[in-house]
T-cell receptor, first 112, second 113 residues
Framework: SQQGEEDPQALSIQEGENATMNCSYK?????LQWYRQNSGRGLVHLIL?????REKHSGRLRVTLDTSKKSSSLLITASRAADTASYFC????????????FGEGTQLTVNP | DTEVTQTPKHLVMGMTNKKSLKCEQH?????MYWYKQKAKKPPELMFV???????INESVPSRFSPECPNSSLLNLHLHALQPEDSALYLC????????????FGPGTRLTVT
């Protein structure tokens, strides 16, 4: 079964607006990662946040992690049409070794 | 070179065919992965190779046979597939099989007829 659940399943915004996607998971983790996928092609790693970190930034991306609530959020600021893609969170569980388990994903559409 | 390459991009095969998917990386990564992704679903782990040895098989049917000839190459041999095996097959690599970010290839779109 999938470790993560994401909401919303789909998000449509205007260029320049911020986009927030949420991810919840069930078991203890070592780290949580966010990936982007364009049109059913390969996934691109965006950011990795470790279980002892609470917030991380990378360019226009901001990720938060709340291990007490087993949840994470990805904020994309000042969105662009090129940000249109599916976004997946993926958890690396403490006991799983290299089993990266993906959430169901959020389809983000940024309208010009 | 920070790229994972996969060939072919598209593959159509019959249920009696034998074919292979290929994956290559030159980042010096020692862990390589095969994932399967159905339309509008997240990727699902199939196999993990660590230092050229198979370390994880997620109960994948034997009609899928992975091979790691060397640290840069990963193959997935396909035989007697079913139509429900049609999917995007993604290869990935990482610095080790632990907690690192994964680098994904563009995938092979497989259709089984």
């Amino acid at each position: 079964s999938q470790q993560g659940e994401e909401d919303p399943q789909a998000l449509s915004i205007q260029e320049g607006e911020n986009a927030t996607m949420n991810c919840s998971y069930k078991t203890s983790i070592n780290n949580l990662q966010w990936y982007r996928q364009n049109s059913g092609r390969g996934l691109v790693h965006l950011i990795l946040i470790r279980s002892n970190e609470r917030e991380k930034h990378s360019g226009r991306l901001r990720v938060t992690l709340d291990t007490s609530k087993k949840s994470s959020s990805l904020l994309i600021t000042a969105s662009r049409a090129a940000d249109t893609a599916s976004y997946f969170c993926a958890t690396d569980r403490e006991t799983s070794g290299s089993r990266l388990t993906f959430g169901e994903g959020t389809q983000l559409t940024v309208n010009p | 070179d920070t790229e994972v390459t996969q060939t072919p991009k598209h593959l159509v095969m019959g249920m009696t065919n034998k074919k292979s998917l290929k994956c290559e990386q030159h980042m010096g990564h020692r862990a390589m992965y095969w994932y399967k992704q159905k339309a509008k679903k997240p990727p699902e782990l199939m196999f993990v190779y660590s230092y050229e040895k198979l370390s994880i098989n997620e109960s994948v049917p034997s009609r899928f046979s992975p091979e790691c000839p060397n640290s840069s190459l990963l193959n997935l041999h396909l035989h007697a597939l079913q139509p429900e095996d049609s999917a995007l097959y993604l290869c990935a690599s990482s610095q080790d099989s632990g907690r690192a970010a994964k680098y994904f290839g563009p995938g092979t779109r497989l259709t089984v007829t």
